[in-house]
């Protein structure tokens, strides 16, 4: 090999060793000398919610309807009228049911006080109301008190002209008794 091509060879050698460690610190630079795509960091986006409106509560419906309740000696019902609240017209034989629950007269009794009235369905089409009643410790009444309770349930959904007849269930089931001295028919019906 001639001086001259060690030297051109040279030359050609500390050239590339030049172009690769020149190179190593670029990014992004594509062999060749093909211009590199920019690359776009994603910039992160703020999303601003403006606050959920506050429903406006609807405003409840009321109806004035009789409840009833028991003497002091449980001999004979009460009468009473009452206002009762409700959101939709469904609700209203649950109102009605749970104002027997109250009573802001001291010789008023209500009858109701120690129960839960767990469900309260209405079937418009065959006006059935199924209800069904969870007892306390302190719902179990005598023959005269049950005779009492009865009557004032009758009263109070039969007040209602689409109600045609009455299903009343104890814990979800089915009952010949609520308390244990009267029949319970199954449906009762609405009295002519």
């Given at each position: 090999m001639t001086k001259?091509?060690?030297l051109f060879h040279?030359?050609?050698?500390?050239?590339?060793?030049?172009?690769?460690?020149?190179?190593?610190?670029?990014?992004?630079?594509?062999?060749?000398?093909?211009?590199p795509q920019a690359t776009i960091a994603p910039t992160p986006t703020t999303v601003v919610q403006s606050p959920a409106p506050t429903?406006?509560?609807?405003?409840?419906?009321?109806?004035?309807?009789?409840?009833?309740?028991?003497?002091?000696?449980?001999?004979k019902l009460i009468e009473k009228e009452v206002t009762i609240s409700y959101k939709q017209d469904a609700d209203v034989y649950e109102a009605v049911l749970n104002a027997l629950?109250?009573?802001d007269d001291p010789k008023a009794i209500p009858l109701f006080d120690d129960l839960t009235f767990t469900s309260t369905s209405f079937d418009k089409v065959k006006g059935e109301l199924k209800i069904d009643l969870k007892f306390g410790p302190k719902t179990q009444l005598g023959a005269p008190?049950?005779?009492?309770?009865?009557?004032?349930?009758?009263?109070t959904v039969?007040?209602?002209p689409e109600v045609k007849s009455?299903?009343?269930?104890?814990?979800?089931?089915q009952v010949d008794s609520l308390m244990g001295h009267l029949e319970l028919p199954y449906p009762i019906k609405r009295p002519n």
């Open positions: 001259t091509s060690r040279g030359v050609l050698l500390v050239s590339a060793i030049t172009l690769s460690v020149t190179a190593c610190g670029q990014k992004g630079q594509l062999v060749g000398g093909a211009t429903p406006t509560p609807e405003p409840l419906k009321q109806k004035k309807v009789k409840v009833f309740y028991s003497d002091q000696d449980e001999m629950k109250k009573s008190g049950e005779e009492l309770f009865l009557q004032a349930l009758k009263k039969f007040q209602f009455l299903y009343v269930l104890k814990n979800g089931k």
